[in-house]
């Protein structure tokens, strides 16, 4: 059972557009929630995160928003850049020494 | 941000040998370590999660016997490949949690085994 969803495999956005990212997850004990980018052959380099005492958390371009009654999050990337072109993998856990769970990713193809 | 260190970045090797990759928290220390796989096109699957001075814990579905975890320190982790075979072909990626207190994983820049 999926507990992190991604449903969009690629999304691709016009430069200086806006990129919307969207994620799904279905554990309520998730209380922490983090974006993550990848190129390939590159390890994931963390973006930016959210913990559920906030619905919204901005980091210059980047900002991330959390509906907890919805069980959803999503990352606005504002204005996209052809650099921001990546794999997109939205994460979350519990409180605790867990492990991530991690989303199947979403690749963002932003054209100049 | 914390960097992680992996090596080697890539490593070719015949079937039926062992394969070592180290993974290192270079400027913190990191009680728990996670090591994923990623098959092309794939998400991020994760094999075990290690803990300094303890065993590891795995998967369902990992082999423990085959893929060897040790976290003797801190600062390193390490995975070996065991009697390594063509399908253990793939891209495996290390992450390190602070013992700090935050939740993020901070990843290694992988490593890519192609066992021939």
């Known amino acids: 059972d999926q507990q992190v969803k991604q449903n969009s495999p690629s999304l691709s956005v016009q430069e200086g557009r806006i990129s919307i990212l969207n994620c799904d997850y279905t554990?309520?004990?998730?209380?922490?929630f983090l974006w993550y980018k990848k190129y390939p052959a590159e390890g994931p380099t963390f973006l930016i995160s959210i913990s559920s005492i906030k619905d919204k958390n901005e980091d210059g371009r980047f900002t991330v928003f959390l509906n907890k009654s919805a069980k959803h999050l999503s990352l606005h990337i504002v204005p996209s850049q052809p650099g921001d072109s990546a794999v997109y993998f939205c994460a979350a856990g519990p409180s605790g020494n867990t492990p991530l769970v991690f989303g199947k990713g979403t690749r963002l193809s932003v054209i100049a | 941000g914390a960097v992680v260190s992996q090596h080697p970045s890539r490593v070719i090797c015949k079937s039926g040998t062992s394969v070592k990759i180290e993974c290192r928290s270079l400027d913190f220390q990191a009680t728990t370590m996670f090591w994923y796989r990623q098959f092309p096109k794939q998400s991020l699957m994760l094999m075990a999660t290690?803990?300094?001075?303890?065993?590891?814990?795995?998967e369902q579905g990992v082999e423990k016997d085959k893929f060897l975890i040790n976290h003797a320190s801190l600062t390193l982790s390490t995975l070996t490949v065991t009697s390594a075979h063509p399908e253990d072909s793939s891209f495996y990626i290390c992450?390190?949690?602070?013992?700090?207190?935050?939740?993020?994983?901070?990843f290694g820049p992988g490593t890519r085994l192609t066992v021939l």
């Open positions: 290690s803990n300094e001075g303890s065993k590891a814990t795995y």
């Open positions: 554990n309520s004990m998730f209380d922490y």
């Open positions: 992450s390190a949690r602070s013992s700090g207190g935050f939740y993020e994983q901070f």
